[in-house]
């Protein structure tokens, strides 16, 4: 050991005033070193802590907010799966009445067509029957006419009626000649 001290200070002595302050230098950058070393595992370690708390805070603050927002969540599902079927139930009954119309309009043209056929066979009857009426009368009126050219030549008996219009003298309760007067007049 004796050489070491002997050494030591022969070592101290033959170094110059510049190379004492570069080894001052290096020793203190070392501490320097060292403790920023010290500060930084402190300080992450204080991190750490606090990223642990935060972490614990967050479930804590978090965990029922996400439990309600789950069940709001499911709500919202469960709500949207109730529009869903009624939409698909009332697009079917829509549909479903659509049809019905349909059928029923189907329905009501085919009874408006039979109700047309039938006012035009009842036009067709009416106006045959008119028509009928119109010809009986007329050849009432040319047969009350031919005989009453004809009566002018008989004696007229005291039974017979007023004249109708025509020159004719008709019996008083001949209804047919009453008749034939009525239209004549009708038609003048």
């Known amino acids: 050991m004796h050489m070491i001290q002997t050494a030591l200070p022969q070592v101290v002595e033959s170094r110059d005033a ?7 230098a290096v ?13 930084l595992i402190g300080a992450v370690i204080e991190a750490r802590a606090t990223l642990k708390e935060l972490r614990i805070g967050v479930r ?17 599902e469960s ?3 109730t529009l869903r079927t009624e939409v ?17 309009s189907d329905h009501m043209e085919d009874r408006i067509e039979e109700f047309n056929a039938l006012l035009e066979a009842v036009q067709a009857e009416a106006e045959e029957i008119f028509l009928d009426t119109a010809a009986t009368v007329h050849g009432l009126r040319e047969g009350a006419r031919s005989i009453g050219r004809n009566g ?12 109708d219009g025509s020159g004719v003298r008709r ?12 239209a004549d007049r009708d038609a003048v």
């Open 88 to 104: 698909r139930h009332l697009r079917s009954s829509v549909r479903a009445i659509n049809d019905r119309l349909d059928q029923a």
């Open 171 to 182: 019996p008083a309760g001949d209804p047919i000649g009453r008749a034939a007067a009525e």
């Open 27 to 39: 020793v203190i950058t070392g501490l320097a070193v060292i403790v920023l070393a010290v500060v």
């Open 79 to 81: 709500i949207t799966d």
């Open 152 to 163: 002018k030549d008989l004696h007229h008996s005291p039974d017979t009626g007023p004249e």
């Open 18 to 24: 510049l190379a004492l302050a570069a080894d001052i």
């Open 60 to 76: 804590q603050n978090l965990g029922p907010v996400s439990d309600r927002a789950r069940a709001i969540s499911d709500n919202v």
